[in-house]
Protein backbone atom coordinates (compact mmCIF):
# COMPACT_ATOMS: atom_id res chain seq x y z
CA UNK A 1 0.00 0.00 0.00
CA UNK A 2 2.38 2.30 0.87
CA UNK A 3 4.80 1.85 -2.53
CA UNK A 4 1.42 2.54 -4.03
CA UNK A 5 0.74 6.07 -2.30
CA UNK A 6 4.33 7.51 -2.22
CA UNK A 7 5.22 5.92 -6.09
CA UNK A 8 7.48 8.58 -7.04
CA UNK A 9 6.34 7.82 -10.77
CA UNK A 10 2.98 6.51 -10.50
CA UNK A 11 2.42 6.28 -14.50
CA UNK A 12 -0.18 8.15 -16.72
CA UNK A 13 -3.53 6.39 -15.87
CA UNK A 14 -5.27 8.86 -14.03
CA UNK A 15 -9.02 9.41 -14.71
CA UNK A 16 -9.72 12.77 -12.30
CA UNK A 17 -8.28 15.48 -15.02
CA UNK A 18 -11.55 17.13 -15.50
CA UNK A 19 -13.10 16.86 -11.75
CA UNK A 20 -9.79 18.58 -10.23
CA UNK A 21 -10.03 21.22 -12.76
CA UNK A 22 -13.71 21.77 -12.48
CA UNK A 23 -12.55 21.96 -8.62
CA UNK A 24 -10.12 24.73 -9.60
CA UNK A 25 -12.46 26.57 -11.29
CA UNK A 26 -15.13 26.56 -8.62
CA UNK A 27 -12.68 27.52 -5.95
CA UNK A 28 -11.66 30.54 -8.61
CA UNK A 29 -15.76 31.19 -8.98
CA UNK A 30 -16.41 30.75 -5.37
CA UNK A 31 -12.99 33.91 -4.28
CA UNK A 32 -14.65 36.10 -7.22
CA UNK A 33 -18.24 35.99 -5.18
CA UNK A 34 -16.79 36.08 -2.32
CA UNK A 35 -14.59 39.70 -2.91
CA UNK A 36 -17.67 40.42 -3.97
CA UNK A 37 -19.40 39.38 -0.91
CA UNK A 38 -16.62 40.86 1.34
CA UNK A 39 -16.99 44.06 -0.59
CA UNK A 40 -20.77 44.15 0.17
CA UNK A 41 -20.67 43.99 3.78
CA UNK A 42 -17.96 46.37 3.95
CA UNK A 43 -19.91 48.82 2.28
CA UNK A 44 -22.22 48.30 5.09
CA UNK A 45 -19.83 48.53 8.08
CA UNK A 46 -19.54 44.96 8.92
CA UNK A 47 -16.11 45.16 10.56
CA UNK A 48 -16.33 41.78 11.92
CA UNK A 49 -16.44 40.48 8.50
CA UNK A 50 -14.03 42.52 7.61
CA UNK A 51 -11.65 41.29 10.30
CA UNK A 52 -12.09 37.66 9.84
CA UNK A 53 -12.19 37.10 5.80
CA UNK A 54 -9.83 39.69 4.45
CA UNK A 55 -7.49 37.55 2.99
CA UNK A 56 -9.97 34.46 2.06
CA UNK A 57 -10.47 35.13 -1.41
CA UNK A 58 -6.80 35.63 -2.56
CA UNK A 59 -6.15 32.30 -0.65
CA UNK A 60 -8.40 30.38 -2.85
CA UNK A 61 -7.09 31.52 -5.71
CA UNK A 62 -3.93 30.60 -4.51
CA UNK A 63 -5.38 26.87 -3.59
CA UNK A 64 -7.19 26.75 -6.79
CA UNK A 65 -3.38 27.61 -8.66
CA UNK A 66 -1.57 24.86 -6.55
CA UNK A 67 -4.41 22.34 -7.20
CA UNK A 68 -3.76 23.05 -11.18
CA UNK A 69 -0.22 22.71 -11.08
CA UNK A 70 -0.88 19.31 -9.12
CA UNK A 71 -3.19 18.30 -12.26
CA UNK A 72 -0.65 19.17 -14.89
CA UNK A 73 2.58 17.78 -13.41
CA UNK A 74 0.28 15.01 -13.00
CA UNK A 75 -0.90 14.72 -16.34
CA UNK A 76 2.78 15.22 -17.08
CA UNK A 77 3.56 12.47 -15.43
CA UNK A 78 6.83 14.38 -13.62
CA UNK A 79 8.02 12.42 -11.10
CA UNK A 80 8.65 13.37 -7.80
CA UNK A 81 5.81 16.05 -8.39
CA UNK A 82 3.28 13.72 -9.60
CA UNK A 83 3.01 11.15 -6.57
CA UNK A 84 -0.13 10.39 -5.43
CA UNK A 85 0.93 11.16 -1.46
CA UNK A 86 0.85 15.25 -2.79
CA UNK A 87 -2.55 15.13 -4.13
CA UNK A 88 -3.91 13.32 -1.30
CA UNK A 89 -2.13 15.93 1.01
CA UNK A 90 -3.45 18.80 -0.96
CA UNK A 91 -7.06 17.53 -0.91
CA UNK A 92 -6.81 17.21 3.13
CA UNK A 93 -5.66 20.92 3.35
CA UNK A 94 -7.97 21.87 0.78
CA UNK A 95 -10.61 19.90 3.38
CA UNK A 96 -9.33 21.82 6.08
CA UNK A 97 -9.16 24.98 4.62
CA UNK A 98 -12.75 25.18 3.15
CA UNK A 99 -13.61 23.64 6.76
CA UNK A 100 -11.93 25.83 8.63
CA UNK A 101 -13.47 28.96 6.52
CA UNK A 102 -17.39 27.53 7.24
CA UNK A 103 -16.64 27.08 11.07
CA UNK A 104 -15.44 30.63 11.55
CA UNK A 105 -18.03 32.02 9.77
CA UNK A 106 -20.92 29.99 11.24
CA UNK A 107 -19.22 30.02 15.49
CA UNK A 108 -16.68 32.95 15.55
CA UNK A 109 -18.12 35.32 13.15
CA UNK A 110 -21.73 35.67 14.89
CA UNK A 111 -19.73 36.13 18.35
CA UNK A 112 -17.20 38.89 16.91
CA UNK A 113 -20.30 40.63 14.94
CA UNK A 114 -22.12 40.60 18.77
CA UNK A 115 -19.40 41.96 20.51
CA UNK A 116 -18.77 44.66 18.50
CA UNK A 117 -22.24 45.51 17.96
CA UNK A 118 -22.23 45.86 22.34
CA UNK A 119 -19.51 48.22 22.40
CA UNK A 120 -20.94 51.32 23.56
CA UNK A 121 -20.62 54.06 20.99
CA UNK A 122 -18.83 57.31 21.82
CA UNK A 123 -21.00 59.98 20.87
CA UNK A 124 -18.83 62.97 22.22
CA UNK A 125 -17.93 65.56 19.23
CA UNK A 126 -14.53 66.67 20.73
CA UNK A 127 -13.28 62.51 20.48
CA UNK A 128 -13.50 63.00 16.94
CA UNK A 129 -10.85 65.80 16.84
CA UNK A 130 -9.02 64.02 18.93
CA UNK A 131 -5.46 62.19 17.46
CA UNK A 132 -5.61 58.37 17.17
CA UNK A 133 -3.24 55.90 17.53
CA UNK A 134 -0.79 55.49 14.84
CA UNK A 135 -1.43 53.05 12.21
CA UNK A 136 1.49 51.08 10.80
Known amino acids: ?24 GLLILGSFFLKNYYK ?3 QERDFAFKKLYKKAPNRMIYLAIGLLFLVLVRYENIPYFSMRFLLYLYMLALVAYLGYQAYKYF ?4 IQRDKLESKPKVENVKMKYLPNKRRR
Open 40 to 42: KRV
Open 107 to 110: KTYP
Open 1 to 24: MFSYIFNSLPGPTFSYYYELVILA
